[in-house]
């Protein structure tokens, strides 16, 4: 099964910054690689697809990169509404499998 | 939308049964496959299993042998049944929609969740 290592597991950050979280994944995948905001108590909430691909309505300063085994998802300049976990999911291999997450906060 | 529905506890060694109702798009829409995914604060997120409307499921190898999807189209909904429970299997299981048959597997629309502990 394929192991995706996310880090960092916990980041602090300002309104405003520009962050990056990393996605490193045990085998290539390609580009088949997805990324999920969940805040405290809702469902994980689909943002990009296919390492780069903005889900409709996801705000431009979301923004995923990377192919075969490195992804990235930075975000341009945090907005109060962005303080979340996300993770990282591939499915470019059966079983899919998701990445541990990273907790953003304050 | 998806709508998570079952027990909240159940006994080790038991089945869990929990049922996911689809409103606001058919279940018999050909573009989609239903989904679970769960929860725990030993693994994280799991991709459980999948099923079409036409009955044809997937299970992830980690649950093969105690794992069964079904799906009842007349009443838009679909199922899971999870047996041999132990308190590793305590979290909370989403049922999720796959994006479209000719996206790859990520999901779009999910349910709210449903808690489950496996406590005596």
């Known amino acids: 099964d394929i192991q995706l290592t996310q880090s960092p597991s916990t980041l602090s950050a300002s309104v405003g910054d520009r962050v990056t979280i990393s996605c490193r994944a045990s085998?290539?995948?390609?580009?088949?690689v997805a990324w999920y905001q969940q805040k405290p108590g809702k469902a994980p909430s689909l943002l990009i697809y296919?390492?780069?691909t903005l889900e409709s309505g996801v705000p431009s300063r979301f923004i995923g990169s990377g192919s075969g085994t490195d992804f990235t998802l930075t975000i341009s300049s945090l907005q109060s509404d962005d303080f979340a976990t996300y993770y990282c999911?591939?499915?470019?291999?059966?079983?899919?499998?998701f990445g541990l997450g990273t907790k953003l906060d304050i | 939308q998806l709508q998570e529905s079952g027990p909240g506890l159940v006994t080790p060694s038991e089945t869990l049964a929990l049922t996911c109702t689809v409103s606001?798009?058919?279940?018999?829409?050909?573009?989609?496959?239903w989904v679970w995914i769960r929860q725990t604060p030993g693994k994280g997120l799991e991709w459980i299993g999948s099923?079409?409307?036409?009955?044809?499921?997937s299970y992830s190898p980690s649950f093969r042998g105690r794992l069964t999807i079904l799906v009842d189209t007349s009443k838009r909904q679909f199922f899971l049944r999870l047996g041999s429970l132990s308190a590793a299997d305590s979290g909370v299981y989403f049922c999720?929609?796959?994006?479209?048959?000719?996206?790859?597997?990520?999901?779009?629309?999910w349910g709210r969740g449903a808690l489950v502990t496996v406590s005596s």
């Open positions: 999720a929609r796959r994006a479209g048959v000719t996206a790859g597997w990520y999901f779009d629309v």
């Open positions: 606001g798009a058919p279940i018999t829409n050909d573009n989609f496959h």
């Open positions: 099923i079409y409307y036409s009955g044809s499921a």
């Open positions: 085998e290539a995948i390609s580009k088949w």
């Open positions: 296919a390492a780069s």
């Open positions: 999911q591939q499915y470019g291999a059966f079983p899919y499998s």
